[in-house]
């Protein structure tokens, strides 16, 4: 996906995300957990957005310099409250050039956005002081599969081999379209683009009782921790 689309999507489900990215919470305060109480000198966030893991990093973690980024210049308003010391980087993680090394490099499902992960993760590993580390959450294969099965679109999910630990949560919707206006409010509208007629969304809704018996999505976030010259 383009720097631009990425950017007008999450742009206009800043507002409505906080509220219905019940699981990305979730996930913030889980990759957290598993630093289990370490110290670090300098922190750095990439895809900050409105600050779920900002909220758990400032919070919970001991750090001197707390750096965020985001594609989305606004998201420095929203993460700023939580550190008002803290720098911002504006942009694509894809293409711009990071001078300073960090302790920590930490992201909360942000990598499956990501063009070329594996890119981005060699870069990353380049910035970090030695003994740093690199933590990250994202999805796994089981993530939207019902979308993909119903709608015939979604993601690419990269296996990473140094995932340790892994979740499924299934979420139930009334219908459907409530369904869907979940996925739209959370940013990840990649099917809702679709224009549904009425007819259309009860046939598809149709097939997803006859597949699954209820309207439900389900989430497989997974957690990363590389290390510094690993
Ligand atoms: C699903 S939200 C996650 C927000 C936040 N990390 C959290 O804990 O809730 C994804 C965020 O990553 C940002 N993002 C996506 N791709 C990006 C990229 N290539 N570089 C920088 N930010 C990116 C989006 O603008 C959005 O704010």
Redesign the pocket.
Known sequence: MT?GL??K???KS?GT??AN?VI??N??NT?VDLLCGKEYSSVF??????????K?CTGRLVYKKYTA????PE?FNQVRVYEPNMAFII??????DLQDKYDLII????F????NPEF?IKKLKGCLNSHGTLVF?SFGAKNFYEIKEIFGVGLDYPVYTETVKEEVFELEFPSLLELLRHIKS???NAVTDYTLTRNRLKDLEEKFIERYGKIKLTYNPIYVIKKEGE
């Open positions: 720097s990425l950017e999507r999450f742009k800043l995300y906080k990215a990305q919470k996930m913030a990759l966030e990439i895809g900050c957005g409105c600050g779920f893991l900002t758990e980024n985001d594609i989305i998201c942009g694509n993680i894809e293409n711009i992201s909360n499902a942000v499956q956005w990501l063009n981005v959450s959370t940013g990840v």
